[in-house]
């Protein structure tokens, strides 16, 4: 079982930048992928990065050249930097860890962008 916490959410102005990190406990995220997902007010949630065990990412289009998504497997957390954030951004962020047919979701953390 694996509990996923994610943190560094919060408000921040058009042009900004905020560091989410989803931490782990009860299994070691080496070998999992983690994902990170936003879903905004009526509308579905959807992916916005993604990093493989090996380190292999892939990004959304509507986020690619601002967000970075990395891994620190000694910490067993995984990093969201968010760039040049814009008002659209705002969602809350949720971050999943998939290994084989076992799937864990954290409880999200809220990111506004607004001046």
């Known amino acids: 079982q694996v509990q996923l916490v994610e943190s560094g959410g919060g408000l921040v102005q058009p042009g900004g930048s905020l560091r989410l990190s989803c931490a782990a406990s009860?299994?070691?995220?080496?070998?999992?992928?983690i994902g990170w997902f936003r879903q905004a007010p009526g509308k579905q949630r959807e992916l916005v990065a993604r990093?493989?065990?090996?380190?292999?990412?892939n990004y959304a289009d509507s986020v690619k050249g601002r967000f970075t998504i990395s891994r620190d497997n000694a910490k067993n957390t995984v990093y969201l930097q968010m760039n040049s954030l814009k008002p659209e951004d705002t969602a809350v962020y949720y971050c999943k860890a998939e290994y084989g047919n076992s799937n864990y979701w954290g409880q999200g953390t809220q990111v506004t962008v607004s001046a």
């Open positions: 990093i493989t065990g090996g380190g292999r990412t």
């Open positions: 009860g299994s070691t995220l080496d070998y999992y992928v």
